[in-house]
């Protein structure tokens, strides 16, 4: 079965910065599109952004869109995403998933355990 695993998650005071990595266990990584979306306390998950297969083309949400990055590398099965300029309300637990499509988190197969991001005003 799939797998994959969050990392770089933590506290940072506003306007900084963190980068979260996704490593996947499996080697069909490549072959998905890899998304992240995050949840926090007392609300539904949300997409927070996109990346294609092959690396382009990559979708935001609104909130996040030029403040955050999303890559991946898929010669080491690993997708990343930057965060800058975080604000107290990009606070949660962030998840990165695949094998799904675009924003809608029910479609997705794979999912990661999350990596909480607290971010302090």
């Known amino acids: 079965q799939g797998q994959l695993e969050e990392s770089g998650g933590g506290l940072v005071q506003a306007g900084g910065s963190l980068r979260l990595t996704c490593a996947a266990s499996?080697?069909?990584?490549?072959?998905?599109?890899l998304a992240w979306f995050r949840q926090a306390s007392g609300k539904e998950r949300e997409f927070v952004a996109y990346?294609?297969?092959?690396?382009?083309?990559?979708t935001y949400a609104d909130s996040v869109k030029g403040r955050f990055t999303i890559s991946r590398d898929n010669a080491k099965s690993t997708g990343y995403l930057q965060m800058n300029s975080l604000k107290p309300e990009d606070t949660g637990v962030y998840y990165c998933?695949?094998?799904?499509?675009?924003?809608?988190?029910?479609?997705?197969?794979?999912w990661g355990q999350g990596t909480q991001v607290t971010v302090s005003s």
């Open positions: 990346i294609h297969w092959s690396g382009d083309p990559t």
């Open positions: 499996y080697g069909y990584f490549s072959d998905l599109h």
């Open positions: 998933a695949q094998g799904g499509r675009y924003a809608d988190p029910k479609t997705y197969a794979y």
